[in-house]
């Protein structure tokens, strides 16, 4: 955002792009909803969730990589081309990241309540939506301070930024591969568990039938 006041300094431009930004992320989230629903049921909910991640850290890459090389030229009094360069392939990793994230991530976390049983899944949901998403923001905002407070400004801060960003994605991959494996093993128990209910219910229901012949 900071790139972006410095690129559009009238507040009449700022709000025109904001507009444009929050219209293309909701273009951009129509048409991945479209395709992603596809991933997950063709290709599994592992890989659906790891989609997340995985190329929220490849459309991180060209921004930092040009962020850190330019950073000295990202001021709108020494190279507006650079600095507008910047804000747009920063605009463009957001946009996606946020529509992958609506598209994907949302649909795949609610999918890793379903094997769980009723209790599970209300002290879940309690502890990573209200407990953990706390947390993680003011955790995002503390690091974020300490960058600010230790380099002076965010851009100058990027290295540290970028090192952070993806040892968060490392972590959230090598969750969710642990969380997959519990996954699968639910809903394999969930299914001879089902599987078992339906054979009871089945072999309850046959014993009148065979009384009923027997007494013919």
């Known amino acids: 955002k900071r790139m972006v006041k410095q690129a559009f300094p009238n507040k009449k431009e700022y709000q025109i792009f904001m507009g444009n930004y929050s219209s293309m992320v909701g273009a951009a989230t129509f048409v991945i909803i479209f395709f992603g629903s596809n991933i997950v049921k063709h290709l599994g909910w592992t890989v659906g969730a ?12 060209p921004f930092f990589g040009y962020v850190i090389t330019q950073r000295e030229n990202l001021d709108v009094t020494r ?15 957001n946009i996606l990241s946020k529509a992958i994230k609506y598209a994907l991530f949302d649909p795949t976390k609610e999918m890793a309540y379903i094997p769980l049983d009723q209790e599970s899944k209300v002290k879940g949901k309690a502890a990573i939506d209200v407990l953990a998403a706390r947390i993680g923001k003011s955790g995002g905002a503390l690091v974020q301070q300490v960058i600010v407070i230790a380099f002076g400004n965010i851009i100058n801060g990027a290295g540290s930024v970028a090192a952070v960003f993806f040892a968060t994605i490392a972590a959230w991959i090598y969750g ?22 339906a054979a009871d219910a089945a072999g309850r229901a046959e014993k009148p039938l065979a009384a009923a012949a027997a007494a013919k």
């Not at 790891?50 to 890459?61: E, F, N, R, S």
């Not at 507008?84 to 392939?89: E, K, S």
């Not at 969710?176 to 209910?197: I, N, P, Q, T, Y």
């Open 50 to 61: 790891l989609t997340t991640p995985v190329l929220m850290g490849v459309l991180a890459v």
């Open 176 to 197: 969710v591969l642990g969380l997959s494996v519990m996954f699968e093993a639910k809903l394999l128990a969930s299914k001879h568990e089902a599987d078992k209910r």
């Open 79 to 93: 190279n507006k081309k650079a600095l507008m360069t910047a804000v747009w392939v920063g605009t463009i990793q």
